[in-house]
T-cell receptor
Framework: NAGVMQNPRHLVRRRGQEARLRCSPM?????VYWYRQLPEEGLKFMVY????????ESGMPKERFSAEFPKEGPSILRIQQVVRGDSAAYFC?????????????FGPGTRLTVL | GQNIDQPTEMTATEGAIVQINCTYQ??????LFWYQQHAGEAPTFLSY????GLEEKGRFSSFLSRSKGYSYLLLKELQMKDSASYLC?????????????FGTGTRLKVLA
């Protein structure tokens, strides 16, 4: 059973370009979370999605950032017109449900560098 | 509001025992999780507590007191490979859904 997959693992963009980060949850998982982590800091919640639905996007910046989790295919975190402050590690996590002992399982992350 | 506090850094010696504390404030507590994260890698799940008391899993144990909003992670027989960040996270139930709130992590250095 493959774990959570993220690609690309490393992404370099120039200021003003778009960044697309992909996340394929574990098989059987229908809940996806995106987090951002700056160096030497903790994980900051960005968005929580289920298939075709955004459940909670309270951690997403209001502009330039969007996320989707279509019926088919991976979840996508999209950052438009990137700025240097967007440089960070972006982790995706998935879970089958959000009750009981079900925890989140994290992907390896995408490290975005904005030049 | 929601808040999680844990020490920023700790240092311990190989073979020793270390306790990493975490205090939290949430309105809809639905479980507390500990994760280990090595530098440059993804967090990996260590433990889960939802009821008061101690959960033991090999060299690692986790304790929860809901009335005090307090948890700790206990690592015994420390090994060099235990040098990592340890993240405390609380699952919060609100408006019919759930959110995981993470602390900033405790960087543990294990010295020979």
């Amino acid at each position: 059973n493959a774990g959570v997959m993220q690609n690309p693992r490393h992404l370099v963009r120039r200021r003003g370009q778009e960044a697309r980060l992909r996340c394929s949850p574990m098989k059987g998982h229908s809940h996806v979370y995106w987090y951002r982590q700056l160096p030497e800091e903790g994980l900051k919640f960005m968005v929580y999605l289920q298939k075709e639905n955004i459940i909670d996007e309270s951690g997403m910046p209001k502009e330039r950032f969007s996320a989707e989790f279509p019926k088919e295919g991976p979840s996508i975190l999209r950052i438009q017109q990137v700025v240097r402050g967007d440089s960070a590690a972006y982790f995706c996590a998935s879970s089958p449900e959000t009750r009981g002992t079900d925890t989140q399982y994290f992907g390896p992350g995408t490290r975005l560098t904005v030049l | 509001g929601q808040n999680i506090d844990q020490p920023t850094e700790m240092t311990a010696t190989e073979g020793a025992i270390v306790q990493i504390n975490c205090t939290y404030q949430t309105s809809g507590f639905n479980g507390l999780f500990w994760y280990q994260q090595h530098a440059g890698e993804a967090p990996t799940f260590l433990s889960y507590n939802v009821l008061d008391g101690l959960e033991e899993k090999g060299r690692f144990s986790s304790f929860l007191s809901r009335s005090k909003g307090y948890s700790y992670l206990l690592l015994k027989e420390l090994q060099m490979k235990d040098s990592a960040s340890y993240l405390c996270a609380v699952r919060d139930h609100y408006s019919g859904t759930y959110k995981y709130i993470f602390g900033t992590g405790t960087r543990l250095k294990v010295l020979a």
